[in-house]
């Protein structure tokens, strides 16, 4: 998988960093140094900066000073934060620290990786070979594999939280709306006050009673089933594949309800009759049967979607 190089300014390692001795009394409020705004989100800010201690730059996500105290997005974090130090896997980003700032909210620290997302070289799919394409959805499954069998659900597939580093690196990223289960199988929701919009952004996550990103979720996920489980993101890895074959959605709309009408009714059309080029037929019946409106006639699992895929690529 070879995808373009970027300017990037990597760090050396030097003996004056590796050798210098750590104070003899350690200032946890001043371990990290020289912040640097990488994105500000919908609820959270990420920047990078220095670890003074393990002479490192790392990633640094906090809430925005908005949603710092916010009870439902204080529980989101945590649970983001630590089901990513939880699954350990090298699709997913390696968590490094969990902490409270001298203001007393909740930060925590993960590896720096630089690179592109899947939504940005799918704006330009044109420039890559399929089977580049679908090794990144390879790798994807790798993690969902993982995570499913550690009885996590991610829930918000969609190339936006893929990322593709320049060393050939595939990461799952954002679990913050992760499903987990308690000990005895029961599962406890993140609540929410806020109300469904008929919103034109068609590409955000919604903040409402939908859990997820719209053009990506699952129709039992729109339909906010008690019982939702992996399958939903075997659905929502289909939906980006099916991007990848055609260049186009699996559903269509001006608005969020006419996105959810479609998905909830509409069998998305073949990518062959979409698009004048050859379309695998492997990778096209693979598709369609992770698009199954009933999860029951799904492919059942990240392992089996896999295989097929490498089947393929081959």
Known sequence: MKFPEQKIDYASVYLEDTDKALPGKINLSTRYAYFKTIAKGGKCLIQSCKDLHLSRVICYKTLLAEFADDPIEQQRFLREARVSAMLQHPNTVPTYELGRNNKGHYYFTMKLVHGYTLREVLDYRERYDLNQLIDVVIQVAHALEYAHSH???HRDIKPENILIGPFGEVLLLDWGLAKVWKTDDSDAPLSNNQKDTNSSDLNITRQGKLQGTVLHMSPEQIAKDP????RTDIYSLGTIIYEILCGKTT???NTIDQIINEIKNNEPAL???LVSVNVPPLLEKT???CLKKNPDERIQTANELR???????I
Not at 307 to 312: G, S
Request: proline share 4%; no cysteine; glycine share 8%.
């Open 307 to 313: 295989r097929l895929l490498q089947e393929y690529s």
């Open 271 to 273: 990518p062959s009759s």
């Open 227 to 230: 019982n939702i489980d992996n």
């Open 151 to 153: 009885g996590v659900v």
């Open 251 to 253: 559903a269509n709309g």
């Open 287 to 289: 598709t369609m049967n």
